[in-house]
């Protein structure tokens, strides 16, 4: 998080895709510096403990912690995915939530010899 407020890239300090107003807080608040790795944040504020939309609806005020959480914005098959959550109903998305649960259990996982550990999570055998 701290290189998404203080060392973004080059040319900018702070991530364009973060809300300010977000990112004032945190700076103000949470993470006081770039150097700052033991602060713990919340990826979800306010609703750490609980199951429901919270998370999305902060994707979409561009309040996600992480920069993975903004790409989410940027494609527009995940944006269509994050509005349809949204503007649906939550029981609809325990539903699916479920559902999709369901589907990752049946996932071979290869292990030990059979598995391979990616170097690069884009690019098989790496």
């Not at 990826?43 to 999305?56: C, E, I, K, N």
């Not at 098959?77 to 503007?87: E, P, Q």
């Amino acid at each position: 998080m701290n290189t998404r407020l203080y060392n973004f890239s080059t040319t900018v300090k702070q991530d364009p895709s973060l809300d300010s107003q977000y990112a004032a807080n945190l700076k103000a608040n949470k993470c006081k510096s770039l150097n700052d790795n033991s602060t713990i944040l919340e990826m979800d504020p306010g609703s750490s403990r609980s199951f429901d939309l919270s998370y999305y609806r902060l994707v979409l005020k561009r309040r996600g912690l992480f920069q993975s959480d903004s790409a989410l914005t940027t494609n527009s098959a995940t944006l269509k995915v994050i509005n349809d959550l949204v503007n649906g109903s939550e029981k609809k998305f325990f539903k699916a939530f479920a559902k999709s649960m369901e589907k990752m259990g049946r996932v071979k996982v290869k292990t030990g010899s059979a598995g391979v550990i990616r170097t690069r999570c884009s690019v098989a055998g790496s």
